[in-house]
C-alpha cells in the first residue's frame, strides 16, 4: 500500500522559513516524479514545485520561484520543500503527490498518489 506522509507544517512569521518532508513507502520511489501542492481556503489545489525521479528536473510556479526548494532524497524515499521568506498569501494546507513516471508532470490529475497534508500557516 502506498502512502505519503507529509511532516514540517506549522506556523511561522512572514519572512520565516520551513521545511516540510514527505516520507513515501510502498512504491518504487526512484521510478516516480514527486510534487508538492498547496490548497487554501476556498481556493483551488495549485502545483507549488515538482521534480523527476532523479531530481535533475525542477518546476516551480511563479509565486514561489526564489524562495522555495524542492529537493529528493532517494536513499531515504523522501522529498523535501524548503520555504524561504513566507508570506501570509503562502498560507495552505500543503500535499504532496507522486506519480510513477520519468517526466514531469504538471497537474493535479497526473498524480496518483497523494499525502493527506500539512498545514502550513504564516502570520503577518
Known amino acids: 500500500q502506498v502512502q505519503l506522509v507529509e511532516s514540517g507544517g506549522g506556523l511561522a512569521q512572514a519572512g520565516g522559513s520551513l521545511r516540510l518532508s514527505c516520507a513515501a513507502s510502498g512504491l518504487s520511489f526512484r521510478s516516480y516524479a514527486m510534487a508538492w501542492f498547496r490548497q487554501a481556503p476556498g481556493k483551488e489545489r495549485e502545483l507549488v514545485a515538482a521534480i523527476n525521479w532523479s531530481g535533475g528536473s525542477t518546476y516551480y510556479a511563479d509565486s514561489v520561484k526564489g524562495r522555495f526548494t524542492i529537493s529528493r532524497d532517494n536513499a531515504k524515499n523522501t522529498v523535501y520543500l524548503a520555504m524561504n521568506s513566507l508570506k501570509p498569501e503562502d498560507t495552505a494546507v500543503y500535499h504532496c503527490?507522486?506519480?510513477?513516471?520519468?517526466?514531469?508532470?504538471?497537474?493535479?490529475?497526473?498524480?496518483?498518489?497523494w499525502g493527506q497534508g500539512t498545514q502550513v500557516t504564516v502570520s503577518s
Open positions: 503527490a507522486g506519480d510513477w513516471t520519468y517526466g514531469l508532470p504538471l497537474t493535479n490529475n497526473e498524480y496518483e498518489h
